[in-house]
Structure formats: C-alpha cells, structure tokens
C-alpha cells in the first residue's frame, strides 16, 4: 500500500522524536558535539539512509553524510543539510528536522536520478555550546576551522582537536570534510524558532536574509572577600557590577528597533553565600538585521560595560567569541523556492531569520536558500519544541517541486550557454 502525506509526516516526527532520546543526559534532550550519544544519532541516520539507497560516510569532523548520485558520475551537487546536536534540554525538531526530511526527499524521488547529485549533511556542531564556538561542522566544510578553534577547551579541559580523536575521528584528515568541487547550492530546512508564521497562520515561510549576530564574552574580576566583615563601601563586587550591565543592557535592546540582546550565562566565582564574588564571566548575543546597528550596539554595551566596572574597582575583559555579518540568500534559489511552495499550493511569505543557522556559513562558498516550517507557540530551545504535521506536509511538497524546478532552471541555463558557444 503506498503511504498516505500523513503518513509521510507522522514518520518523520516519529523520527526526530527518537533521534531526541539518544542524549548526554537521561531525561532530556542534550547532545553537544562529538559526546557519546552522537554515535547513536548517526546509527540511526546510517541505517535510514542506506535503505533510501544512498551511500553513507563520517567526514572528519563528524559531519554525516549521505550522497544519491545523479545521472552521471560527474554531475553537479545540491546539498541538503542541518545540524545533530542541541542546546541543553533541547526539544526534538531543532536542527535535526532538517536533516530527517532531507533523508524523506530521497525517499520520495522513489531511486529516480536527477542532473544533479544530492547530498545530505548532518552537521556535527551548530549551537556552540560545547566549546563556546558554533558552526563547527559548517566551518569545516567550507575550510574555516582554523588552529585557534581547534585549540579551544570545553569545561572538562578537552580540546576540539582531542573531541574529534575521542571519538574515533583523524583530524590530520580535516581537509577532507571540505566541499565537493561539484556542489552548486544549498538547501536548508529549519522551524522557525520564532511566532510570526503562527501569528499568519502560515506552514511555511522563505527566508531572504540572516541577521548578523556578534558573541562576547566578558569577565568582571574584583575581589573575593567576607559577606560579614567587608563594608558595602569597601567592596569590589564582580556580581553587583555584572547586574548593573547586564540591566543596562536591556534597556538598551528595548530602546533600539531590531535589535536583540541577550545575556544567557552567568557563572560566579566563587560562588557560595556567604563570599562577595571575586569574579564573574557573562556572554553576550548581539544581533540585528543591519550591521552597522549592531556594531553601534556592541561599542555601546562594551562602554556601558566599563563604567560599570570603573564605578567599582572592578576590571573587565572582553573576548569576541563570534562575529557573523547579516547574510542574505540568494536570490535565484530563494525564487525558485518560493515558486516551488506556490505550485505545491502553499504560497509563503519571505521573512528575515533572527537566529543563526548552518546556511549561513554554507552561503559563503555556494548559493543558499532556507525554508522556515512554522513553530508551534513560536516555541525552540525547548522540550515543548513541536511541528505540525500539515507543515511537514507542505514543506516536503515544496521540496519535491524545488527540485523539478532546479532541474529545468539548470537545463535552461545550459541550452542558453550551448546557444552562445
């Protein structure tokens, strides 16, 4: 009997929910990068992948990736792709819905072979929170992962170079996680992560552009002393100087159109009652669509910061920990996609991404596009993370029409070039 849409969507979020049970920590969904539980997450890909055909490796930086061939054995690339691991207690559709739809699409095509070869990539590393860098596994394919991050440690002390080795990886064979010559573009499913495709009632929505996002990380050092003994006056508290700003920084965010600021980490040393904090690491996420605004918000803030901390004896550090400039898409692919949701009778509103995504490191060596699958409550970066199966519906009809789109876009192109040699 052959499925049924529904059916369709109930199997891949029957998938995603039990890639979400394979987790660094019982009870929730956790998974950072290269931990132990990603090896379950690539059986589980693995084995679904080769049913649909294709054929299955582990890049060295943890990438998975699937490849059906095209027509010929030279044939151009489309990649297909999001990232395996989470935030702490994550939910189940972040990331990895792009990755199990992708592995849906080859089971669609029915082992039909198209122009082009597709390829689908399970990015190893997105969210950054192993290491305090993200866009590990896309940095890697675009051969952006410098000496520097390598060297970078996780709270455990461990390197990324000693986390890819720890998990059976060489990376003396990093190069080898880089791009295909033959890859031409790149397609990206995500939910949306935010409440403005609910609020319209929408399935889904094409995203044009990536905000430009700016990560720091800032360390107010003071001086440890007794709670009892030491005078409010005599004081150099590292924590009371870290709410000043971190206030200061909202008000702020509130008074600037578009822009976003978050603090989301706090860790106070040394962290017991009854002793004034000596010192104080904080982050900061910065992002807006215009990046001139945002770098006016970080000089800004870095300033606010500083005199929070002259006003109490207290020194600050800064360290960037990410500078992304505002991506836009491109503009091709981005109309194919959106006339492949109209065809398949879901016609989609463009929209501009708040949050950062693999595409966007991608776009900076191939043509990228990204389409938004509504999120339930405008709700991510949650165990209550959810996704409707009419849009899994909708956004696996638009990826069937994008691709016969993409096909007859691409012989057009070569009938036009065959007509000028």
């Not at 990438?63 to 395996?84: C, E, K």
């Not at 989470?86 to 739809?101: E, K, M, R, S």
């Not at 910061?305 to 920990?321: D, I, M, Y």
Request: charged residues 20%.
């Amino acid at each position: 009997m052959t499925s049924t849409n529904t059916d369709r969507a109930d199997r891949i979020i029957a998938r995603c929910r039990q890639i979400a049970a394979c987790t660094d920590v019982p009870g929730e969904t956790t998974r950072l990068f290269l931990s132990p539980s990603m090896h379950q997450v690539h059986a589980l890909l693995r084995n679904w992948m080769q049913e649909a055909g294709m054929t299955v490796h582990i890049d060295s930086i943890g990438n998975l990736r699937g490849l059906w061939p095209g027509q010929t054995s030279d044939a151009p690339r489309l990649l297909i792709g999001s990232h395996l691991d989470t935030v702490p207690n994550a939910g189940a559709f972040d990331g990895i819905l792009g990755v199990v739809l992708g592995v849906a699409i080859f089971e669609e095509l029915h082992g039909q072979h198209l122009p082009f070869a597709i390829e689908v990539i399970g990015f190893s590393e997105e969210e950054g929170v192993r290491f305090s860098k993200p866009f590990l596994g896309s940095l890697a394919l675009i051969g952006k992962l410098d000496a520097d991050t390598l060297a970078r440690k996780d709270r455990d002390g461990i390197t990324v170079l000693e986390a890819i080795q720890n998990f059976g990886l060489d990376p003396a064979n990093l190069r080898t996680a880089a791009l295909s010559e033959e890859a031409f573009a790149y397609l990206e499913f995500h939910i949306e992560q935010g409440p403005i495709l609910e609020a319209e009632s929408a399935s889904l929505g094409i995203v044009e552009s990536l905000v430009g996002q700016t990560r720091l990380q800032l360390t107010f050092t003071g001086h440890a002393n007794h709670a009892g003994t030491t005078p409010m006056h005599l004081r150099h508290d590292a924590l009371t100087t870290a709410a000043d700003w971190i206030v200061a920084v909202e008000e702020y965010a509130n008074a600037h159109t578009g822009l976003v600021a978050t603090v989301g980490r706090l860790e106070a040393s040394p962290n017991a009652g009854n002793v004034i904090a000596g010192q104080v690491t904080t982050s900061l996420d910065i992002r807006h669509a215009n990046d001139q605004a945002r770098h006016t918000a970080v000089s800004s803030l870095t300033n606010s910061a500083n005199s929070a901390a002259a006003k109490r004896g207290v020194q600050l550090s800064v360290q960037t920990q990410l500078e992304q400039p505002a991506v836009p898409m491109s503009p091709s692919l981005t109309h194919l996609l959106q006339a492949a949701a109209e065809k398949a009778g879901f016609p989609s509103r463009t929209m501009t991404s708040g949050a950062g995504h693999d595409a966007m490191i991608v776009a900076q060596r191939l043509p990228t596009t990204m389409l938004f699958l509504r999120s339930p409550g405008g709700l991510s970066h949650h165990p209550d993370e959810s996704v409707l199966p009419q849009d899994i519906e909708a956004a696996l009809a638009t990826a069937m029409e994008f691709l016969t789109l993409l096909r007859d876009d691409r012989a057009d192109e070569a009938h036009i070039k065959d007509t000028h040699a």
